[in-house]
């Protein structure tokens, strides 16, 4: 990989190459490693059980034609065309919007530091797997014995059981974050996820095995086609494409950016789409399966089972099917290795935002920023979730970063970018010149108006329960300092990081390939074969 003058297509904005996947298999293992997570495990099944079973798959292919694909398509353009982090980025289509690229870097901070305590939880069942050790009372042993949990409120009483593996999470995330983008985080989702593909294939097999099986999946199937008719059904639909697909909160911005000039974007968009949904679907067949077979113990129906969805359906229910089966062990083994898996790979490509636009900014290496990001998160991270309000702190801030946090970052994309700035044809006419599968007007349309319109309803309902109803029960006072607070820290960190000043002004870009069209023709012998 060799340095290009920036008149030719580069930013010459810093003195070392820009990381670059090794190819596009790398780009698109590392692309649906971030996509698959712990929501198409915990999420997806429950969702489509209580929105019409098997009818919920038409609004879900819906959802994932007209506002996933599309919106994954936007953010690969926005990376792969500026070059750079989602600050970076946002800043090239114009100098204002840097913050918004700084909103995204926000969010994903607040997740990450929450993210990486389930997937602490997912290794210490993974281990509590081989003796069983939640007993007969998987409830019990989960939010006594194992959280220790407390009333809502700012506890600094560490859990031993929480804070080892959260600590040795961060360690392995740091040094993989730190050894950069083909040698750490390409490589690390190069082994982990087919061996998570692998291990949820025999989890899956087993479940269909189990006496009950065919009840659980008949539940999750038969279809119910009058949910149709529901406006909230279709709202869950786009709810859970949007939240699966690691869009419009950075990551794919900064994943497209790592690409070569000449590489294919929308075909490895559609394998990576089309990858997640399937995954989607296999744990629904997996999930119910199992849950079949716990209603068969219980001598209960399906629909009469509770827990059947996040955290409660993994670290509950699941360990009560592990109790009952033959070879729990080893099932219970598959299944928290596969979700301790799904998160990690998905941690990696939320940090890696933060950490790209660190070292964009202040002109760090990998290793620095990983460094000096992973620390401050970890020291962030450990002194939140690892104690006995842990999990209430982790569910108010989740519910805040996603359904605000994120869903107002789109609606802010779709709405500056394309009517604000005028960037939708550019950015479609980018896709064409380097893919393969072209997108029409269609895609300008979807993005700018269904997008926005399905998303700030989305956003706009979400606030005013939020408001009128508050979360869960928690006091008022915890939701403002956990939950209203998280977007508050989101956002004054954004207008904080924004005024700080650029090590090297990005500024100094032209991208490539020119446009309008006709600029293309005239300085098509001035392409570059590689650049930054």
Known sequence: MTATPSTT????????????????????????????????????????????????????????????????????????????????????????????????????????????AV???????????????????????????????????????????????????WVVTIVVLAAGVAKGVQRANTVFLPLLVVAFLVLVVRSLFLEGAADGLDALFTPNWAALGDANVWIAAYS??????????????????????????????????????????????????????????????????????????????????????????????????????AGFTSLLSILQVVSAAFQEKFGWTPRGAATRVGVVSAVVSVLLFSTTTGLIALDTADQWANNIGIVASAVLTTILVVWVQRRGEELRYHLNAVSTFQVGRWWVWLVGLLAPVVLGYMLVSRIVTLLTDGYEGYPAWYLAVFGWGAVLLIVVGAGVLTAMRWRRSPDDFAAWPPFPPDRATSTRRAEPEVTR
């Open 9 to 116: 297509g580069g930013a010459a904005a810093q003195d070392a190459p820009r990381e670059e996947w090794t190819g596009q298999v790398g780009f698109i293992i590392a692309a649906i490693g971030s996509a698959v997570g712990l929501g198409n495990i915990w999420r997806f099944p429950g969702v489509a059980y209580e929105n019409g079973g098997g009818a919920f798959l038409v609004p879900y292919l819906i959802a994932l034609l007209t506002a996933g694909i599309p919106i994954l398509f936007l953010d690969y353009a926005l990376g792969h065309r500026f070059r750079g982090s989602a600050p970076t980025a946002f800043r090239r289509v114009a100098r204002w919007l840097e913050g918004l690229g700084w909103f995204q870097v926000m969010i994903c901070f607040v997740i990450a530091i929450y993210y990486t």
């Open 119 to 169: 997937i602490a939880w997912a290794l210490s069942f993974f281990v509590f797997s081989f003796d069983l050790r939640w007993g007969d009372d998987p409830a019990a042993f989960f939010t006594g014995e194992y959280l220790q949990l407390a009333d809502p409120g700012i506890s600094f009483d560490f859990v031993p059981a929480v804070l080892i593996p959260l600590v040795l999470v």
């Open 240 to 341: 859970q494409i949007f939240f699966s697909l690691s869009i419009a909160f950075g990551i794919m911005i900064t994943y497209a950016s790592y690409r070569k000039r000449r590489a294919n974007l929308t075909s490895p968009g559609l394998v990576v789409a089309f990858s997640n949904s399937s995954f989607e679907i296999l744990a629904g067949i997996g999930v119910f399966a199992t849950l079949g077979f716990l209603a068969h113990e219980e001598g209960i129906g399906v629909g009469e089972l509770e827990g059947i969805s996040g955290p409660i359906l993994s670290f509950v229910t699941f360990p009560a099917i592990v109790s009952e089966m033959p070879g729990g062990p080893i099932f219970g083994a598959l299944f928290f290795g596969s979700l301790a898996m």
